[in-house]
């Protein structure tokens, strides 16, 4: 079965912390992307990604970073700079950066900072 | 800027009775359109898309309409069902760029 994974499904950090969320993808899509969710605000976009090796930033990308070394894998990381971590946190990819193939999401991961 | 709106945060309904749910945008450049459906703690998964070239499209119990000179799309249920309760995100591309997303309308049917 096709499909994104992320992992894990909770995470619990301490302040200060950095702390990666993995995101695979089988579906042999080119473009992948990170969103979080908050309530209220809907879906905004951390980072973006339309090849490997190359990422570029989205809307909310101060204290985070990402990398693409391999089309499958997409990681996040959460670093000690980002002010409120706590959230959902969504991966999705698509066959080309195109939005009429839509996007395939994976189930997220709920970070916290205790 | 909010590009994408929905302004109604959520929408109480009866089984069987219609739900609409409504998005409005402001970026005349949208040309695709897509509602997305989001039960907790999963991701969301696709429902249903409409181009910039056509007012309607229908899929089995839902419908989008787009009014392109109001900037306002919505997506009818007919009928709706206990579980069909979930939040539901528009989202727009401009020319096949990256979706922009609502802040998302959550949906109650009542049996």
């Known amino acids: 079965d096709g499909g994104i994974t992320q992992s894990p499904k909770y995470l619990f950090r301490k302040e200060g912390q950095n702390v990666t969320l993995s995101c695979e993808q089988n579906l042999n899509h080119d473009a992948m992307y990170w969103y979080r969710q908050d309530p209220g605000q809907g879906l905004r976009l951390i980072y973006y990604?339309?090849?490997?090796?190359?990422?570029q930033k989205g809307d909310i990308a101060e204290g985070y970073s990402v990398s693409r070394e391999k089309k499958e894998s997409f990681p996040l990381t959460v670093t000690s700079a980002q002010k409120n971590p706590t959230a959902f946190y969504l991966c999705a990819s698509s066959i080309i950066p195109g939005a009429s193939y839509g996007y395939t999401f994976g189930s997220g991961t709920r970070l916290t900072v205790v | 800027d909010q590009q994408v709106k929905q302004n109604s945060p959520s929408l109480s309904v009866q089984e069987g009775r219609i739900s609409i749910l409504n998005c409005d945008y402001t970026n005349s450049m949208f040309d695709y359109f897509l509602w997305y459906k989001k039960y907790p703690a999963e991701g969301p998964t696709f429902l249903i898309s409409?181009?910039?070239?056509?007012d309607k499209n229908e899929d089995g119990r839902f419908t989008v309409f787009l009014n392109k000179s109001a900037k306002h799309l919505s997506l009818h249920i007919v009928p709706s069902q206990p579980g069909d309760s979930a939040v539901y995100f528009c989202a727009a591309s401009d020319r096949g760029s990256r979706l922009t997303f609502g802040e998302g309308t959550q949906l109650t049917v009542n049996p």
């Open positions: 990604s339309q090849i490997v090796n190359d990422f």
């Open positions: 409409i181009s910039s070239i056509k």
